[in-house]
């Protein structure tokens, strides 16, 4: 199966929406972006993390329950000006970047808004998320996307780090307290307040932006959660290290003739009537060898 095939396939059984261009929504919403010392990250003591009865969807009735021992944790995804820091020192050249069997670039997944589909785009990459004319000057503080699985496990070797693993993802997203039963309830207040970047509006027709955002958003512009961890809910799916298996069992490699890794937390593409997974329990399957313009990633390293 080609990859684009699979990448469809990917996009509709986990029903990924548009990505759009970042900017701002309307008065009222997210104002202002938490400022960060470097490379700040939170320590957690590690326990036992259980999703408990509240799974949604076919493919969380795998994973998330077990114990974790005391790890550290990114306090926010990995931006675009720690990626860089890291290409800067290693002339790291990202899968996307990398010469495919037509001597063109790999290139990148965007969502072309016009036509309401994802394409594989060769000018796409970590510098140029959507392609040829965009860019990520002045956009230092913005997760970093489009970056496969491997180059998040390049950077995170570089920092003497690690990807995490699906249950110390979801116990630094919500300890060891079950998913909650409202599938709202980490995106959205008591008040229908959003306190994630995610989409507003009908999918694929409109993002009203209504929480400060269409599109990307800097890191730490909505409230972290209880272990201080911020953009755990939306903004960008995050790579861990585990393979994906489906609620058949299957690992998703064998399934769709692709190597396969357990994406978390949902993304600004996430609407109401197409995704909602923007929540601690979802998880779906990432091609490990493909970047996508609203997948990121944060790391994290063992506690003695």
Request: proline residues 7%; aromatic residues 10%; glycine residues 12%.
């Amino acid at each position: 199966m080609s990859r684009l095939k699979i990448l469809v396939l990917a996009a509709v059984s986990a029903s990924v929406a548009a990505c759009g261009q970042s900017g701002r929504g309307p008065a009222g919403a997210a104002t202002h972006c938490a400022a960060f010392a470097a490379n700040a990250e939170v320590m957690l003591n590690g326990g036992h993390v259980d999703r408990g009865e509240n799974r949604f969807e076919p493919e969380e009735a795998v994973g998330g329950v077990g114990d974790v021992g005391p790890f550290s944790i990114d306090a926010h995804e990995v931006t675009n000006a720690q990626y860089a820091a890291f290409v800067g020192a290693t002339h790291y050249v990202t899968v996307a970047e990398r010469a495919g069997p037509d001597g063109a670039p790999m290139g990148a997944a965007v969502f072309d808004r016009r036509q309401a589909r994802w394409r594989i785009d060769a000018s796409a990459n970590w510098r140029h998320p959507d392609g040829a004319g965009s860019s990520i000057d002045g956009r230092g503080a913005y997760p970093v996307v489009a970056v496969a699985f491997e180059d998040a496990q390049a950077y995170a070797a570089w920092a003497q780090r690690r990807l995490p693993t699906e249950n110390e993802w979801e116990f630094a997203a919500r300890g060891s307290a079950p998913a909650p039963p409202d599938r709202r309830a980490e995106a959205f207040d008591s008040h229908g307040a959003p306190q994630a970047n995610t989409w507003q509006g009908v999918f694929p027709f409109q993002d009203t932006g209504e929480d400060g955002f269409a599109g990307l958003a800097p890191v730490g512009c909505f409230p972290p959660n209880a272990n201080g961890l911020y953009d755990m809910t939306g903004n960008v799916w995050e790579w861990t290290s585990d393979r994906f298996i489906g609620a058949d069992g299957l690992d998703a490699a064998r399934a769709a003739d692709a190597p396969m890794r357990v994406l978390k937390g949902g993304s600004q593409l996430c609407a109401p009537n197409f995704c909602a997974r923007y929540r601690s329990g979802s998880r779906q399957p990432g091609d490990e060898g493909l970047g996508m313009s609203h997948i990121g990633f944060r790391t994290v390293r063992d506690v003695p």
